[in-house]
């Protein structure tokens, strides 16, 4: 398709298990975001990738949060031990270029609403 | 540190007439600010941006903000609401040349018939 792509819309899970979800950019875009937003708030930001590499982690909670980007396109977010304060919406971006934060044309997928048990 | 706060959680107008998001801004340097727009089950989208040109920015559906420096605000406009404007608006920031986006917390705009 045109646009960002998430996969699952909805996941359930349990107390400890292990989570990963999946973004598909809008090809040829370079720049890829993560963000999370929990109920009642606005998005807030966890990771961006600059092609393969994380040029900026410091929005990831803590060492239960992993993501990869390895040939620069697809990501994967994957989540260690869920906890029930996990549960929220997480949003994967993409944009074209070196500052997207600058010029602000982020692109949003649909999300993966994770709800933890 | 930059931060955003968006001064209403929920506002409600009558189809027809003018709506008025608030938002006021927090930055050290000189900001790059934005509003998006999120309807239900629909990925957010940019309405409009200001990064330091005309102070007055138009965007997408007949929305425009006017940055205010002495004022440290950012409000968005629509002179005439439509049904279809109903959604949560999010006031952004970011620094210059940043690479991530702030999020204020999101004013949900009813329109009533």
């Known amino acids: 398709g045109a646009g960002v792509s998430q996969t699952p819309s909805n996941k359930v899970t349990e107390k400890g298990k292990y989570v990963e979800l999946r973004c598909d950019p809008i090809?040829?875009?370079?720049?890829l975001y993560w963000y999370r937003q929990s109920l009642g708030q606005g998005p807030e930001f966890l990771i961006y990738?600059?092609?393969?590499?994380?040029?900026?982690d410091s929005g990831l909670p803590n060492d239960r949060f992993f993501a990869v980007r390895p040939e620069g396109s697809v990501s994967t977010l994957k989540i260690q031990r869920t906890e029930r304060g996990d549960s929220a919406v997480y949003l994967c971006?993409?944009?074209?270029?070196?500052?997207?934060?600058?010029?602000?044309?982020?692109?949003f997928g649909e999300g993966s609403r994770l709800t933890v048990l | 540190a930059q931060s955003v706060t968006q001064l209403d959680s929920h506002v409600s107008v009558s189809e027809g007439t003018p709506v008025l998001l608030r938002c006021n801004y927090s930055?050290?340097?000189?900001?790059?600010l934005f509003w998006y727009v999120q309807h239900p089950n629909k990925g957010l989208q940019l309405l409009l941006k200001?990064?330091?040109?005309?102070?007055l920015v138009k965007g997408i559906n007949g929305f425009e903000a006017e940055f205010k420096k002495s004022e440290t605000s950012f409000h968005l406009t629509k002179p005439s609401a439509h049904m279809s404007d109903a959604a949560e608006y999010f006031c952004?920031?970011?620094?210059?040349?940043?690479?991530?986006?702030?999020f204020g917390t999101g004013t949900r705009l009813q329109v009533f018939p």
């Open positions: 971006a993409s944009s074209l270029g070196d500052l997207p934060a600058d010029t602000g044309e982020l692109f």
């Open positions: 090809s040829g875009h370079t720049a």
């Open positions: 990738f600059q092609g393969t590499g994380a040029a900026d």
């Open positions: 930055s050290s340097y000189s900001p790059s």
């Open positions: 200001y990064t330091s040109a005309a102070t």
């Open positions: 952004v920031v970011s620094l210059r040349a940043a690479d991530k986006l702030i």
